[in-house]
Nanobody, 123 residues
Framework: QVQLVESGGGSAQSGGSLRLSCEASGHDYTCMAWFRQAPGKEREAVASIDSNGPTNYGDAAKGRFTISLDKAKNTLYLQMNSLKPEDTAMYYC???????????????????WGRGTQVTASS
């Protein structure tokens, strides 16, 4: 069983930054990802990473967000810069056993999910 615990959400001004963290029980070879869901909208892929390094980004995240994985700490990060009001959503960490290149951005590919952390970007 894999447990995922997100942290780091909160409020920021438009143009500001936040860093999300997700602590996970370890596995040698995985993909992990961040998804988000705003009220009344479908869940959207933000970014994914294979434990060997390859990353993949959704359109909304390209050029502004950076996903990274600290395998020693079993922690996934999402550095979010240049935040916009449309980034406001609940952000979820996701995990799957087995690597994939490029790491998938489809929620059906992920088996375990955290409970989410709220991000609010105000104008």
């Amino acid at each position: 069983q894999v447990q995922l615990v997100e942290s780091g959400g909160g409020s920021a001004q438009s143009g500001g930054s936040l860093r999300l963290s997700c602590e996970a029980s370890g596995h040698d070879y995985t993909c992990m990802a961040w998804f988000r869901q705003a009220p009344g909208k479908e869940r959207e892929a933000v970014a994914s990473i294979d434990s060997n390094g390859p990353t993949n980004y959704g359109d909304a995240a390209k050029g502004r967000f950076t996903i990274s994985l600290d395998k020693a700490k079993n922690t996934l990060y999402l550095q979010m810069n240049s935040l916009k009001p449309e980034d406001t959503a609940m952000y979820y960490c996701a995990f799957r056993f087995g690597g994939w290149k490029p790491p998938p951005l489809t929620d059906l590919e992920y088996t375990y999910w955290g409970r989410g952390t709220q991000v609010t970007a105000s104008s």
